[in-house]
């Protein structure tokens, strides 16, 4: 599981190109909307494209995405659990 | 008709330009077939949240919109007219290679919000909260200058006050392999000082951007008054020089009164005769410059000679570098700038002291 966090906040700083942040400068339990990393509704869309990609998960309700990416340690979870690749 | 002003000036190219202070002093060598903008600290004009979605390209035109804006002291403009040949390449090949790649699948959508021509000026834009004329001229090379002909004319008819002109071109991988398969660029790095003489076929690639603020008043910080700009898509070469007599007749000058000629030669063989004969015939005797061994070629890389001809007007300096030959000058009053690629887009655009 911590790999796949790492993994995360890896491919989260690369594809949404968050210049000024490393892997250890994000928390398991960091908002990544709003006050956290600060990202936005493009990059929801990102990242929804990304579960597809990487992992196989189709999110058919976008909105189910604002829970799932509350944080890394959640998106993790969600993952993990439902993960075809 | 109101007058038309360069109130001020920005330039990020392959050279150290961005610093209105200075007047090419530094030069920065290269011995290369491509070269690249040398970037200014972008962190100082653009927060991280929204540098992190900009390619070089839109980071180059919004960072030199606000030098021109700093210069010219206005907060907005009346307009955004902006030029560019191939618009943002990176955010284009971005997003036709991950359709290529993910066989039509798993498209993402910053590339391709960022990889329209206009992408730039609606920066720019947003940057200033500027709801006015915003516009985009995609005209290969007489792109800026279509961009700065729409603005000289709102200013003329004084339907604007004050204009934001630019043009922007930045480099991406992809393209500029299919420009060496077509032999548009050099098979062989030049320097700054062999390039006009290379004898080779192509030119040397680089990107850039140039701002300039426009307006119908005169501003202390003012380069030149912008007198006329003309473009013709295609002109044959014998054409050439009795095309710039008639331009200058329109504008009750002759030959004669030209002070300083801005050539943009960029050393294709092919194509530097269009120049050659000019300053070997009725340009022999003014001073000529030229600028694309410093900059390179790119589809509005005429901007810089703009910028060359405002800098040379406002500081009344000739730098070594960009002489072609030697004629005292007691005064520079008027300048010329005559460019073309590949034998068609030429631009003629006048500027007076």
Redesign the interface.
């Known amino acids: 599981m911590s790999e796949l966090k790492e993994e995360l906040k890896a491919k989260i700083i690369e594809?949404?190109?968050?210049?000024?942040v490393s892997v250890a400068e994000i928390a398991d339990d960091d908002a990544l909307f709003g006050d956290g990393l600060?990202l936005d509704s493009?990059d929801a869309?990102?990242l929804i494209?990304m579960l597809?990609?990487d992992y196989g998960i189709r999110l058919s309700d976008p909105k189910e995405g604002r829970k799932i990416f509350e944080s890394v340690q959640v998106m993790a979870d969600y993952i993990e659990e439902h993960r075809t690749k | 008709m109101k007058k038309v002003y360069i109130n001020s000036i920005a330039s990020i190219s392959p050279q150290k330009t961005f610093d209105n202070t200075i007047f090419l002093d530094e030069i920065t060598d290269y011995n290369d077939t491509v070269i690249f903008a040398v970037d200014p600290d972008y962190k100082q004009y653009i927060p991280p949240a929204a540098a992190r979605r900009m390619a070089k390209g839109i980071k180059m035109g919004v960072v030199a919109s606000k030098i021109a804006m700093e210069e010219a002291g206005i907060e907005t403009v009346d307009a955004i007219i902006t030029g560019t040949g191939m618009g943002c390449m990176i955010d284009s090949e971005k997003f036709v290679s991950a359709i290529i790649d993910n066989n039509e699948q798993y498209l993402t959508p910053t590339s391709f919000i960022q990889s329209t021509h206009n992408t730039v000026a609606g920066q720019v834009a947003l940057g200033m909260e500027c709801k006015a004329y915003n516009f985009t001229y995609v005209h290969s090379a007489i792109s800026f200058e279509s961009a700065l002909l729409d603005a000289k004319m709102q200013l003329e008819n004084d339907e604007a006050h004050h204009i934001l002109v630019g043009g922007v071109e930045e480099l991406g991988d992809h393209t500029t392999k299919v420009h060496r398969v077509v032999n548009h660029i050099k098979p062989k790095p030049v320097t700054i000082s062999t390039v006009l003489n290379s004898k080779t076929k192509g030119a040397v690639f680089s990107e850039g951007a140039n701002f300039f603020v426009v307006s119908n008043e005169k501003k202390e910080s003012c380069y030149a008054e912008l007198v006329a700009v003309e473009t013709f898509n295609t002109l044959q070469k014998e054409k050439v020089s009795e095309t710039i007599e008639s331009f200058l007749t329109e504008n009750n000058l002759k030959i004669e009164d030209i002070d300083v000629v801005v050539f943009g030669n960029n050393g294709d063989v092919d194509f530097d005769t269009y120049y050659n004969q000019l300053s070997e015939g009725n340009l022999s005797k003014t001073q000529q410059v030229f600028y694309k061994h410093l900059v390179g070629e790119n589809n509005t890389v005429s901007a810089f000679g703009v910028w060359l001809g405002s800098k040379i007007l406002k500081t009344q300096t000739i730098p070594e570098i960009v002489k072609i030959n030697e004629i005292k000058i007691p005064e520079i009053r008027t300048v010329l700038c005559y460019n073309q690629y590949r034998g068609q887009n030429h631009s003629l655009v006048l500027l007076k002291k």
């Open positions: 594809q949404l190109n968050l210049e000024d600060g493009i869309l990102e494209v597809d990609k």
